[in-house]
């Protein structure tokens, strides 16, 4: 799984409801999000119960995973 964090030092791992925002595929995220942002590898100490796949965050509920490229013209 990979996050989105902020890109600074020690920037923090974006969140939802309190619920850390993640998703399977690092390549889907880097084509979905831009700005000064960095996708890394979910921390070991992250629990499941902690997080949040950006496919049920309100803003990407449009979106149909996996991502169909083309459709995005």
């Known amino acids: 799984m990979w996050a989105i964090q902020e890109n600074r030092l020690h920037g923090q791992l ?3 409801g309190g619920k850390t925002l ?4 690092k390549g889907e995220l880097e ?3 831009a700005g000064d942002i960095r ?3 979910c921390p ?3 629990r499941p119960e902690h997080c ?7 803003q990407f509920s449009h ?3 996996p991502l169909q490229r083309e459709a995005y013209r």
């Open 14 to 16: 974006l969140s939802y």
């Open 22 to 25: 993640v998703h399977g595929d």
């Open 31 to 33: 084509f979905l999000l």
């Open 39 to 41: 996708i890394v590898p």
């Open 44 to 46: 070991p100490s992250l």
């Open 52 to 58: 949040m796949e950006i496919r049920f965050h309100p």
């Open 63 to 65: 979106h149909q995973f």
